[in-house]
């Protein structure tokens, strides 16, 4: 369960998972197959249950871009506008 909570909270992939929880593809079957029992929906509910966390909030500054985000070309041509043109 640790292991979904790191992917969820970092947003990597599977192949990405530190060697701490084990096989990446092992995580995820366990993942799938907790899934199709309905392990997931029976611990949400069960947390939607809980009178304590009506209020949850969620703090858009600690969401992370991923670590290949930053390496994107920029454009750097620019057209000029055609105010610029006609002076």
Known sequence: MEAVLWLLRNGY???ALP???GNWHTT???FQRWTAS???ARGLAAVQADDALHT???DST???AH???SGARKKTDRKPSA???AA
């Open 13 to 15: 992939r599977w192949r």
């Open 62 to 64: 600690t969401v992370r």
């Open 38 to 40: 309905g392990v997931w």
């Open 28 to 30: 995820y079957t366990r």
């Open 83 to 85: 105010a610029a043109a």
């Open 19 to 21: 060697k701490e929880w």
């Open 56 to 58: 949850l909030l969620v």
């Open 67 to 69: 670590q290949h985000a």
